[in-house]
């Protein structure tokens, strides 16, 4: 069964580090893309950008463009997402989900709830 | 940036009823577009991509057209199950983009 399993919800204070999973099995890792979406509570869903697990080439969306880094280490076929510095205004469901060359996300993570709050 | 609206916001049919939901772009994507079905609690599930195939698994009764700047969801015969929220998307240009949902309810 191809999966995408994220690591679980995550309660930060503002200025917080922080560093989220997802870890795909079922697949071969390396023959798709992985992507980020935000969904921020109660609102749609924002794509942040993607990253290449076989050389961890990145291409983020402008509007996330420097607040996160994507990485992925594909000898144990997992991707990251982190904050070096965290704000109210992060707090949002994330997901991941997996796509070939062209985004079409075919299995999505179950999600992590990042809540940051003082 | 490419700007996806959908319409209507919200939806009332009822169970065994047509659906029909719209998604403008604000320029050409040709038929890049996929369709997403979100039910509360739930990540996201793939329904259409290429603007018109479906997905593997996804039941016939959902179709999508369109090309250019104007796409549709068609739900045949609504099913309990199908009550949801649906996106749309756009991955012509980058970043790709979503709509804002049009959430889809019993009446």
């Known amino acids: 069964e191809v999966q995408l399993v994220q690591s679980g919800a995550e309660v930060k204070k503002p200025g917080e580090s922080l560093r989220i999973s997802c870890e795909g099995s079922?697949?071969?890792?390396?023959?798709?893309?992985i992507s980020w979406v935000r969904q921020m509570p109660g609102k749609g869903l924002e794509w942040m950008g993607r990253?290449?697990?076989?050389?961890?080439?990145?291409h983020y969306s402008p509007s996330f463009q420097g607040h996160v880094i994507m990485s992925a280490d594909k000898s144990i076929s997992a991707a990251y997402l982190q904050w070096s510095s965290l704000k109210a205004s992060d707090t949002a469901m994330y997901y991941c989900?997996?796509?070939?060359?062209?985004?079409?996300?075919?299995?999505w993570g179950q999600g992590t709830l990042v809540t940051v709050s003082s | 940036e490419i700007v996806m609206t959908q319409s209507p916001a919200t939806l009332s049919v009822s169970p065994g009823e047509r659906a029909t939901l719209s998604c403008r772009a604000s320029q050409s994507i040709s038929s890049n577009l996929a369709w997403y079905q979100q039910k509360p609690g739930q990540a996201p599930r793939l329904l259409i991509y290429?603007?018109?195939t479906r997905a593997t698994g996804i039941p016939a009764r959902f179709s999508g057209s369109g090309s250019g700047t104007e796409f549709t969801l068609t739900i045949s015969s609504l099913q309990s199950e199908d009550f949801a929220v649906y996106y749309c998307q756009q991955y012509n240009n980058w970043p790709g983009t979503f709509g804002q949902g049009t959430k889809l309810e019993i009446k």
């Open positions: 079922g697949y071969s890792f390396t023959s798709y893309w």
């Open positions: 290429g603007a018109s």
């Open positions: 989900a997996r796509h070939r060359l062209l985004p079409n996300f075919d299995c």
């Open positions: 990253i290449d697990p076989r050389d961890s080439y990145t």
